[in-house]
């Protein structure tokens, strides 16, 4: 299969920790990215690869991966963190890529 | 690093559209690139993949026979020619820059704003 599995929406109180998760068969061979989209604005690369946090992304974000299981955690949650968050990989085989649906994380 | 899409609008189901993409800010000919799209309210879909060099090219399932990706490094601009379009083609569409160039990893570290197709009679 080459989808990828994430939970709908999780809420977390501010300044607290939030994890979300990404699951699928390609990240048995892959590692995944992870990205930040706000309303009506493009996507932000916020973590990839095995531990990578691009320059200007704040370092509560932080990233793991095991077997078929992603995960990025926010740590001390930000109201401005509220957002969508996508995962991404390449698919197991072949140049394709594939998105998780999104989770939608509310700071409360 | 900056990435600008244009040609989006209104079209009719069955005809074409074309997408271009100007980056600036970087030496476009070393890095892969991609489309990415989103439907009004849904999720990501990543569309197509084209190499540093415009050699190799790769599409979603959905688009593929329909649309091609391609690249004119001596102009910094990408395209996606976009034919036999369909309703369900309506989104907004990303060109978006892999982060590793040579061999396309998936990682998509810059972003265009988008522009909006719309598919519709």
């Known amino acids: 299969s080459s989808e990828l599995t994430q939970d709908p929406a999780v809420s977390v109180a501010l300044g607290q920790t939030v994890n979300i998760t990404c699951q699928g068969d390609?990240?048995?061979?892959?590692?995944a990215s992870w990205y930040q989209q706000k309303p009506g604005q493009a996507p932000v690369l916020v973590f990839y690869?095995?531990?990578n946090r691009p320059s200007g992304i704040p370092d509560r974000f932080s990233g793991s991966s095991s077997e078929n299981t992603a995960s990025l955690t926010i740590a001390g949650a930000q109201a401005e963190d509220e957002a969508d968050y996508y995962c991404?990989?390449?698919?197991?085989?072949?140049?394709?890529?594939?998105f998780g649906a999104g989770t939608k994380v509310t700071v409360l | 690093v900056h990435l600008a899409e244009s040609g989006g609008g209104v079209v009719q189901p069955g005809r074409a559209q074309r997408l271009s993409c100007v980056a600036s800010?970087?030496?476009?000919?070393?890095?892969?690139l991609h489309w990415v799209r989103q439907s009004p309210g849904k999720g990501l879909e990543w569309v197509a993949l084209?190499?540093?060099?415009?050699?190799?090219?790769y599409y979603a399932d959905s688009v593929k026979g329909r649309f091609t990706i391609s690249r004119d490094n001596s102009k910094n601009t990408l395209f996606l020619q976009m034919n036999s379009l369909r309703v369900e083609d309506t989104a907004v569409y990303f060109c978006?820059?892999?982060?590793?160039?040579?061999?396309?990893?998936?990682?998509?570290?810059?972003w265009g704003q988008g522009t909006l197709i719309t598919v519709s009679s």
């Open positions: 800010g970087f030496v476009f000919s070393t890095y892969a």
């Open positions: 390609s990240l048995r061979r892959y590692y």
């Open positions: 978006a820059r892999d982060q590793d160039g040579i061999i396309p990893n998936f990682y998509f570290d810059s």
């Open positions: 084209i190499s540093y060099n415009g050699k190799d090219t």
């Open positions: 991404n990989s390449r698919v197991r085989t072949g140049y394709h890529g594939v």
């Open positions: 690869g095995t531990n």
